[in-house]
């Protein structure tokens, strides 16, 4: 048998970039000998073992072929006649199908090499279509390497166009698809994988509420830039920039849906957008069973966000209502997150990038106020039960007044 190492850890190599895991492909093995040597198999029919010492996944070169819809929809073929080459032919992107020996001599059928120096996505063949999470895929690297230039070959963004319309991306787990985006969502620029995905029509099928967003105008005297799609693109950027994290960035990319439903007449205004927005942003959390952070905080901001913005504003019983939703007392960091995005969605608007945010300071501080009341002197004056939250309520709104009388 002979070994190679494959896909990602050759191009990155090949880039310069630090390689993280390293998959393998073992060609003229039977499973039998795999077994043998210790490989433990991954699944009762997928011919991908782990090593016993590195944990390593080598895989039998294989072809696939489709026999069915969604992930249980594949039939592998792997024997010891598969060459390397039939290997790697059925991978998705000629950067990803290039092999290397212990040697580090390189096998390059499809030029992968010639594409990193054009920095281009390119699919290696038609058999692409064979795994329609690749859409998905190649959005993300576009996401990833969009700092080093590079693009999507425009045969391969039709080959996206194509599977996009052709329902199979409906087909995708919700497991799959998360990964997917959560993955993209933590790249330098994940506003790229919003806009490929747009591109070749699958945020349409994917997430069309995060679609229905663009050509749909917001007044210009907050949002410069007009286009809510637009504002939605530049605030995920500045979520990256600021190297926030992925809960901040879910967030970021749906505090805005309700705008999308605003009817034309009323358009550029978006009267009650927050509230409307919540059973879409409920839609697509579901959709994609995000963790349970990302869809709580995601609902948390759609809904606040403004109450942010406004916070020097805001009376001092809305302030108590607004720490009060956030369960500041018990969830600091889910509060700061909120603060977070909403600092996102202030700078994610052309030209005002740099605008400084006294909203977050003041947030921050009126949640520090808020939480000064100490519960043991309402207790010895002998408040029990609901009349003890109420208590306490009471003293938190004494507090919060004097933190805006002074502020
Ligand atoms: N691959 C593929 N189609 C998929 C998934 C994987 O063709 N749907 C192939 C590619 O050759 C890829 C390799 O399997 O390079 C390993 O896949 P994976 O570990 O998921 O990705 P990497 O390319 O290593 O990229 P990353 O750095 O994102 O892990």
Redesign the pocket.
Known sequence: MQIYK????V??RLLGKPV??I?WVVVGATTEEMLAKGFRPVGADFPVFLHPKSGE?YALARTERKSGRGYGGFTFHASTEVTLEED?I????TI??MAEDDQQNLTDPYDGQRDLEARLLRHVSPAFAE?P??VL?VA??AA?YAGLGFTVAPETLELMRQLSESGELEALTAERSWKEIS?ALMEDQPQVFIEVLRECGALKVLMPEVDALFGVPQPEAHHPEIDTGVHTLSVLEQAAQHKQSLTVRWACLLHDLGKGLTPEEEWPRHIAHEHKGLKLIKAVNERFKAPKDCQELALLVGEYHTHGHRALELKPSTLLELLQSFDVYRRPQRFEEFIAACEMDARGRKGLEQRSYPQADYLRGAANAARTVAVQPLLEKGFKGPELGEAIKRERLKALKAYKEKA
Do not use: M, S
């Open positions: 494959v896909g990602g850890a191009r990155d993280t895991d998959d996944e790697l059925r991978r998705d992107l990803n199908a795994d999470l690749r895929r993300r690297f990833r993955r």
